[in-house]
C-alpha cells in the first residue's frame, strides 16, 4: 500500500504565498510522475502542474510564472506565489507509482488540502 500525505495549506490573503507538500510513503519501488490539481466548490478537478523523474515541469497557464512544483525522491512540493481569489480550491497530489520490481504503474492521489485566498 502506497499513502500520500499533503500539508501546507490554509488561508492567505491575495498576494501572499504558500507552500504544499505532499510526501509518498509505504511500499515503493520507484516513483514516476507526481502532479498537483485543484478543485473549486462547483468545478471539475483540474490539473495545476506536473513534474516527471527526470525533472521537467508544466504547468497550467493559469499559474505560469507564479507557481513551482519540485521534488525530492519521496516528496513533491508546490510554491505558490503571487496568490489570487481564483486560487482558492482544494489541492491533491498525484502520484504514478511502482510498488515493487514487476509491479505496474499505479495512480495514487493524497486527501487533499484547502487553500484560501482572501481578497
Known amino acids: 500500500q502506497v499513502q500520500l500525505a499533503e500539508s501546507g495549506g490554509g488561508l492567505v490573503q491575495a498576494g501572499g504565498s504558500l507552500r504544499l507538500s505532499c510526501a509518498a510513503s509505504g511500499s515503493i519501488f520507484r516513483i514516476n510522475a507526481l502532479a498537483w490539481y485543484r478543485q473549486a466548490p462547483g468545478n471539475q478537478r483540474e490539473l495545476v502542474a506536473t513534474?516527471?523523474?527526470?525533472?521537467s515541469t508544466n504547468y497550467a497557464d493559469s499559474v505560469k510564472g507564479r507557481f513551482t512544483i519540485s521534488r525530492d525522491y519521496a516528496t513533491v512540493y508546490l510554491q505558490m506565489n503571487s496568490l489570487k481569489p481564483e486560487d482558492t480550491a482544494v489541492y491533491y497530489c498525484?502520484?504514478?507509482?511502482?510498488?515493487?520490481?514487476?509491479?505496474?504503474?499505479?495512480?495514487?492521489w493524497g486527501r487533499g488540502t484547502q487553500v484560501t485566498v482572501s481578497s
Open positions: 513534474i516527471s523523474s527526470g525533472g
Open positions: 498525484n502520484a504514478n507509482i511502482i510498488s515493487g520490481l514487476t509491479a505496474p504503474q499505479s495512480t495514487y
